[in-house]
């Protein structure tokens, strides 16, 4: 970007987030340009022509907003987003307490094979402070994030066994593009990225009794998570390939495996706040409720975005699943999606008990 450009991207910035803190301390604004640069050749021209800022203040609260600007000085249009880093900060924390459960590994002597294990202990206290700090900051009405429960969870990070602490890594790499890639595809649609239409469209379910114009609501957030999912997809096999040297069938089964694992954890995550708020809400009730106008519950997101993963994975349709015609790359897929979700849940139940048990 033109530093003309930049210079009207800050002055707009500042005049909407007056108490927003400087670029230079916006740690998650370089993370994120970091990762889309990191993940491949579709993510990271993002990182160059999108001006991108985060902020904790409470008036972008847990959205995003994008939009474009015109520069004042050179005249140019160019695309911003400004994040709301609180559900960013609730997706990081969660995924890596995570990592905590995988803590057994059992190498047998005379080859190099180990295995990792997940603990019958798990989740403890320990995990479950960081959980309620995760929520906490969430929900909060603290115009800034502090440091609060990071020493602590910066050491469990730093125990963690070597292998289950760099699929985490990844994964929590993709969730949060995923979130990132979501609100973008709000500003530039993949329909109209290139030249010809392309990206996959979403349907709703026939009967589902909400009114017309939030079935194009929903419609438009199912079809912003499918095609933030492949626009990830084609860019993180092109660095399996490229970087890792790997056969094309193993580029995008490792890439799917990642890519999806992560897409679900953001949506999980998105689900217990979601539930934590309205309690569990079936589709029906969803469809009529005053909380979902814009959005459907995250578990049906969560669902139409496994449907849309199966077709990208093996090029196969809806029906196909339903057949349960399953690859040996779905198979691969679905079970890290399950493995990592059986987790999650296994954390948000225990937070569940431990909550009511600590009043
Ligand atoms: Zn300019
Ligand atoms: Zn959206």
């Not at 079809?223 to 056969?247: E, I, R």
């Not at 459907?296 to 349709?317: E, H």
Request: glycine letters at 6%.
């Amino acid at each position: 970007m033109k530093s003309c450009c930049v210079q009207a991207g800050e002055r707009f910035f500042a005049s909407n987030y007056p108490w927003a803190m400087p670029i230079e301390q916006e740690s998650l604004t370089a993370h994120l340009l970091n990762l889309c640069k990191k993940w491949g050749k579709i993510t990271s021209p993002f990182a160059e022509n999108f001006y991108v800022r985060s902020t904790s203040s409470l008036q972008l609260g847990v959205d995003a907003k994008t939009g474009s600007l015109k520069c004042d000085a050179c005249g140019d249009i160019f695309d911003f987003i400004f994040i709301g880093n609180r559900l960013f900060f609730f997706i990081w924390r969660i995924n890596w307490i995570c990592a905590t459960y995988w803590d057994t590994q059992d190498e047998s002597e005379g080859n190099q094979l180990s295995f990792v294990s997940g603990s019958f202990d798990w989740p403890r206290n320990e995990h479950l402070e960081q959980v309620r700090t995760a929520f906490d900051m969430y929900f909060g009405d603290d115009p800034f994030l502090g440091p609060e429960g990071l020493t602590e969870l910066n050491r469990q990070i730093s125990e963690l066994i070597l292998a289950p602490a760099i699929i985490h890594d990844y994964i929590i790499d993709f969730a949060e593009l995923f979130v990132l890639f979501h609100e973008i595809q709000h500003q530039i649609p993949m329909s109209q990225m290139g030249p010809k239409p392309s990206g996959v469209s979403v349907q709703l379910p026939n009967n589902l009794g909400c009114s017309s114009r939030r079935a194009n609501w929903w419609i438009a957030e199912l079809t912003h998570d499918a095609n933030s999912l492949y626009l990830l997809l084609l860019s993180a096999v092109s660095v399996f390939l490229d970087k890792f040297g790997m056969t094309p069938n193993d580029a995008k089964t490792q890439a799917a495996s990642l890519v999806c694992t992560g897409a679900d954890a953001a949506l999980h995550t998105l689900q217990s706040l979601e539930e934590l708020r309205y309690g569990k809400i079936d589709l029906e009730a969803a469809a009529t409720s005053s909380e979902f106008v814009r959005h459907p519950p995250s578990d049906f997101r969560r669902n139409a975005l496994s449907l849309a993963s199966y077709s990208l994975v093996t090029g196969k349709s809806t029906a196909s699943l339903l057949r349960r015609e399953f690859t040996d790359s779905w198979k691969t897929v679905a079970q890290n999606v399950a493995s990592h979700m059986q987790v999650r849940d296994r954390l948000f139940r225990g937070y569940d008990i431990w909550r009511q048990t600590e009043g």
